[in-house]
T-cell receptor, first 108, second 116 residues
Framework: DAKTTQPPSMDCAEGRAANLPCNHS???????VYWYRQIHSQGPQYIIH???NNETNEMASLIITEDRKSSTLILPHATLRDTAVYYC?????????FGKGTLLTVNP | SAVISQKPSRDICQRGTSLTIQCQVD?????MFWYRQQPGQSLTLIAT?????????ESGFVIDKFPISRPNLTFSTLTVSNMSPEDSSIYLC?????????????FGPGTRLTVT
């Protein structure tokens, strides 16, 4: 699995876009980038994943750089309920290796 | 996506006893997993639960301590044996199936275990 690096914490104002960066410079060609989040005292929640192309779903957008060495998860209109630890994971199979993630705090 | 439930949601157990945690998925899935999350830490994979055969354990986890069963495609159990206070953690079940190009993995709500 690719090693990923994320900032330990970030703040965002409610209603604004939250942009969470992730570096995965060692990612190989067949490894996907997955994003999960964990709201306090709950199980992790799948957000989105991508390989090369940018992806969007009802929760978020994932922007992957052309060289695939980094990506950004975008929550377009953050709410207080988006306060959570966000995990960026690089992998090519069903095994997920969780790092420490980014604690995103959305402030009113 | 899959909806996953776990029982119990939490328990307080005495040292030296064992606890079995149940995991139920609402649809047939390819893979099921068990994770541990120690206080203030990230998730660590314990093992892959294999249907009809022995689980595949990650380094540092052994069958005698964490026996796992998976009798069918939607159900699995994890037993935490001979518990000590160091086993106090959240134990999470997850399930994975083929999604867009790769596996998509979904998690249960977790079982919060406190060992006294």
């Amino acid at each position: 699995d690719a090693k990923t690096t994320q900032p330990p914490s970030m703040d965002c104002a409610e209603g604004r876009a939250a942009n969470l960066p992730c570096n995965h410079s060692t990612i190989s060609g067949n490894e996907y980038v997955y994003w999960y989040r964990q709201i306090h005292s709950q199980g992790p929640q799948y957000i989105i994943h991508g390989l090369k192309n940018n992806e969007t779903n009802e929760m978020a957008s994932l922007i992957i750089t052309e060289d695939r060495k980094s990506s950004t998860l975008i929550l377009p209109h953050a709410t207080l309920r988006d306060t959570a630890v966000y995990y960026c994971i690089g992998g090519s199979n069903y095994k997920l290796t969780f790092g420490k993630g980014t604690l995103l705090t959305v402030n009113p | 996506s899959a909806v996953i439930s776990q029982k119990p949601s939490r328990d307080i157990c005495q040292r030296g006893t064992s606890l079995t945690i149940q995991c139920q998925v609402d649809s047939q899935v390819t893979m099921m997993f068990w994770y541990r999350q120690q206080p203030g830490q990230s998730l660590t994979l314990i093992a892959t639960a294999n249907q009809g055969s022995e689980a595949t354990y990650e380094s540092g986890f052994v069958i005698d301590k964490f026996p796992i069963s998976r009798p069918n495609l939607t159900f699995s159990t994890l037993t935490v044996s001979n518990m000590s206070p160091e086993d106090s953690s959240i134990y999470l079940c997850s399930a994975a199936g083929r999604g867009r190009g790769t596996y998509e993995q979904y998690f249960g709500p977790g079982t919060r275990l406190t060992v006294t």
